[in-house]
């Protein structure tokens, strides 16, 4: 008997690089009523194809089945769960945080320690940007909730499967 556990998954979509595709593929997670919790899409080696990551909430059974469905659009090639010990997931954030004399070097302290980057500075703030998992994504805007984050940008998980495949 299969599992009516509910668990995050990510699923890998390669696609046919044209209009209205993603439009397609996310009406039909809508339509079965799954919430999205990340959606991503970007270029691959092949100009022709284009992969989107998406990471939602299910069951073992409402995978397959989506999976399943997701296979009949005409404008999809192939979808693969990505397995979490057999991918690498990364995320991209940009936080926007207030800074002043005081605060500054205790901000780049921490910024430092998660290996990010600050790419914008003036008086008044920074621009920090960051690459890892979400746990590290979340875990440097837990540190800098102790400081006035002015905006935050986050694009949402990307993943490949590690090996050959």
Do not use: C, W
Request: without cysteine; proline residues 1%.
């Amino acid at each position: 008997m299969r599992s009516m556990q509910i668990k995050k998954e990510t699923v890998s979509i390669f696609v046919q690089n044209q209009a209205n595709v993603l439009t397609r593929v996310v009406s039909l997670f809508g339509r079965r009523g799954y919430n999205i919790d990340s959606l991503t899409v970007s270029a691959t080696n092949d100009p022709e194809v284009s992969r989107i990551t998406i990471v939602f909430n299910v069951t073992d059974t409402s995978l397959q089945q989506i999976i399943t469905q997701t296979e009949k659009l005409e404008v999809v090639k192939e979808v693969f769960v990505l397995e979490t010990d057999n991918s690498v997931y990364r995320e991209l954030l940009l936080v926007k945080v207030a800074t002043n004399a005081q605060n500054r070097s205790q901000i780049k302290e921490i910024v430092d320690i998660y290996r990010g980057k600050i790419i914008s500075l003036s008086r008044e703030s920074m621009i920090i940007e960051l690459t890892g998992n979400s746990d590290k994504i979340d875990s440097i805007l837990k540190v800098l909730s102790d400081h006035e984050i002015i905006d935050i940008s986050r694009t949402g998980i990307t993943g490949m499967s590690r090996g050959t495949n």
